[in-house]
Every structure is written in C-alpha cells, then in structure tokens.
C-alpha cells in the first residue's frame, strides 16, 4: 500500500535531484529509471517462488513499487539503502507489510537478511553505481550477493556502464544481456545465475 505523502515530504523527482547534490558519486545519477527500464529489468523474475526480494539502492523507490505491485502476499522486499534520507523517505511514502527499508550497505547483504529471519533470498536487484563506489566496495558487494543468493536465484543489474560486468563475472558464470535505450542515461541490463 502506498501512503499519501503527508505535508512537507517531496515529490520523488524532488527527492532524487536532493538526494544526488548531496550525495552525487553515491547516487550517481540525477533522475530515477524509466517504467521500460523496470519492466525489461523485473520481466524474467519468477514471482510465484519469490519469497525473499532484495534491492540495493532503491532510492526514493523508483523499483519498489512495481516490485511490491508483482510480488506474492506471503513474500518479503528488503531495501537497502546507505543513505539515511532515502530510508526516511520510503518509511514516509511506502507502507506494506511485505516491505522493509533498511539503512546500511549492500557489502552487509547477509547479514541484514539474516537479523530479518532469513537464509538466502531468491533475487537480488542493484542500481548501485558500481565502477564509482569506494576502492573494494563493488568487489566486496558481489561476493556477498553470490553468497546471499539461494541456488538458482539470480542478481539483476542494471547500470550506466558495461564495465559492472567485470564484478559480476568474478562469481558467476551465466549472465544475460541486454541494454535499454529509453532511460536517461541509457542502461545496460544484466542477468546473472546462480546455477
Ligand atoms: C542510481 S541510484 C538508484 C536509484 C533507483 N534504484 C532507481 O532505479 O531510480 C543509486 C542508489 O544507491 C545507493 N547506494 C550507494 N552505495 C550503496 C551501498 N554500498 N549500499 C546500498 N546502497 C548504496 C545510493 O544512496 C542511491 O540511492
């Protein structure tokens, strides 16, 4: 369920543009992605054994939403976030019970599912700027997500530049490709197995 914005919080639009001046290398960019971009991005998901959803970066919840909107009553979005603006501001604009806002990092991926009574999750999404995260971070979050991930689960990536193929590509071996025009930058959309 999506709460009315109560008086005073911004427009997403607003919140994103905020949220890259402060913080413009973290965000990395300056509009949230495009609805093509989500439904190319979220269209191979298995909703029916989704139980565990992660998303790295959600932002002001650009992804949330139409994940929320696809996914089972019984299932769980965990959204995790280092900035602390974000997480206040989807707790203010998303209420579902499915859904949990957690400040920190993406690197501590196993264990925030673990403090939420949970193994492994079946899909990981990140639109973290991977190639300009702090020296070790993207490294690190790759190898935690490879871990965090159930067999057969999958990491879904979208970013800016090709170059996040190379983090992927040091844990898991089947990834799919395919690239979105209608987003501002254009996006590179990867999928990758954990067979
Ligand atoms: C490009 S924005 C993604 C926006 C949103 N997902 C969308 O599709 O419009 C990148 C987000 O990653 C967050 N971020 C950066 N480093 C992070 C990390 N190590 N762990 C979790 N989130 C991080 C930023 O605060 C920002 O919200």
Redesign the pocket.
């Known amino acids: 369920m999506r709460r009315a914005r109560p008086a005073g919080v911004p427009g997403p639009l607003q919140m994103?543009f905020q949220?890259f001046l402060k913080?413009p290398v973290?965000?990395?960019?300056i509009?949230?992605?495009s609805d093509r971009?989500?439904r190319k991005m979220l269209a191979p998901v298995d909703w029916a054994n989704c139980k565990l959803f992660v998303?790295?970066?959600?932002?002001?919840?650009?992804?949330c939403r139409p994940i929320l909107d696809r996914m089972a009553p019984d299932a769980t979005l965990i959204a995790?976030?280092?900035?602390p603006d974000?997480i206040r501001y989807l707790d203010h604009t998303i209420t579902d019970s499915r859904f949990v806002a957690v400040e920190?990092?993406?690197?501590d991926v196993e264990r925030i599912i673990a403090e939420h009574g949970h193994e492994s999750a079946d899909y990981i999404?990140s639109?973290?700027?991977f190639s300009t995260?702090p020296d070790g971070?993207g490294p690190a979050?790759a190898a935690a997500t490879h871990r965090a991930l159930r067999k057969d689960g999958a990491f879904l990536v979208?970013q800016f530049s090709p170059k996040v193929r190379d983090f992927i590509a040091a844990h898991f071996t089947r990834i799919d490709h395919d690239m979105e025009w209608w987003n501002v930058p254009p996006a590179q959309l990867y999928w990758a197995h954990k067979d």
Request: aromatic residues 14%; proline residues 8%; charged residues 5%.
């Open positions: 994103f949220g913080h973290m965000v990395g960019s509009i949230p992605s971009l989500i998303e790295y970066g959600p932002g002001v919840g650009t992804f995790i976030d280092t900035n974000f920190g990092s993406a690197a999404l639109g973290l700027p995260l971070v979050i979208y």
